[in-house]
């Protein structure tokens, strides 16, 4: 049999392998609340402009907010032969409420429809990732301002670079994720403008409202051209590339976290509720929440890739083939969701092991730059002077197993006279890191500013 919304032309139903590939009603009911908006918005500016009856709009309108319910309730019932959310909900809409049902596709196709069923759904998963990352951001200024003076060590390369405070670190995170917090603004700005009207891709020759239905789905403004309201999908792209960022971020502190929490570091240790067992070896706490955290952006990532691929061979305007930005999204977005959620709850529960942290900055002559900038700021030395007369007294201390701060005076006024004991004063990690005052830098007083103001700022 042919299909009732689109059969008059045909007069036989598809094949079983083109319902197949054709149907995404599999995925694309999820779109239901936003689609049940769209139309009720849609068939209120069609009763107001006279272009179907005040009595059908409303009939519409109650049919529409009976089948949400019925949605939610899980009592509706999904047919892949009526392909996607849009001719599900027509058609238990005429069930409903009969030949008034027909009434709500005047002046609409599919095409705008879908763009902006998506669109809504885009926007609202925009402002859940939003608040997801606020709640990440606060997770790390706390525990940030409470290690505000905790000392580890700063890496370049992974090797011990100059001391840092842990609340530094995190710190860190948090201006990456506003950051993310921004672009995804950015793009909920530029998707936030409503295609319908566009119809398939012309327009239409009723005399609509598109400002109408923009305000009553808290867009912006309705779309200028018809053509681009239906054929583009970058408000998907953006968005996809701002998650891929983001996760790309989470992925970088995750893969912290596992090496942080490793016996060789024992920097942190992470809580049960995120860490697992072995089924063999009963000794092991594999960190487990942030090694899961790390693979999301392959999937991210792949989901962006995917729908560029899609997109950039595609004449205007709309092909079957956009039918693909919807699948990848969503699984993006959802798994981004739920990195930050278990991000959130690492940070939180994440226990900071001080003295290892101490020790390992302590470690790798981390102040060496401090002597070096003693040389300038107290000798009055050239800093490449002082670069290489630092180097050369860290060989002797490597050579003879100790640390800066434990070499003896002498043998430091073997290689520069001018040095006295004025210069252990700098060598310690907590005056390296207290000493680093500039705007941005790691001194405690530093952190608890910013770590407050980041918590007043988030609110």
Known sequence: MTNKMWGGRFAAGPSEIMQEINASIGFDQRLFAQDIAG???HAAMLGQCGIISHADAAQISEGLTRIQSEIAAGQFTFSRA???IHMNIEAR?????????GRLHTARSRNDQVATDFRLYVRDAIDTLTQQIEALMRALADKALAHAATIMPGFTHLQPAQPVTFGHHLLAYVEMLDRDRGRLGDARKRLNQSPLGAAALAGTSFPIDPAMTARALSFDAPMHNSLDAVADRDFALETLAAAAICATHLSRFAEEIVIWSTPQFGFITLSDAFSTGSSIMPQKRNPDAAELVRAKPGRIIAAFTGLMIVMKGLPLAYGKDMQEDKEALFDALDNLSLALAAMTGMVGDMVANEKAMRAA?????????????????????????AHHTTGAIVAVAEKRGLELADLDLAAMQKIEPGITGDVF????VEASAASRKSFGGTAPANVRREAKRWLKKLG
Do not use: Q
Not at 93 to 101: P, T, V
Not at 376 to 382: A, E, Q, S, Y
């Open 425 to 428: 004063k700098v060598l310690t």
């Open 82 to 84: 009526l392909e996607d």
């Open 361 to 385: 900055a302590a470690a790798g002559y981390s102040t060496a730059t401090d002597l070096a900038d003693w040389l300038v700021r107290v000798l009055g030395k050239p800093f490449r002077e």
């Open 39 to 41: 139309s009720k918005a």
């Open 93 to 101: 809409l005429a069930e409903i409420i009969g030949e008034a049902a």
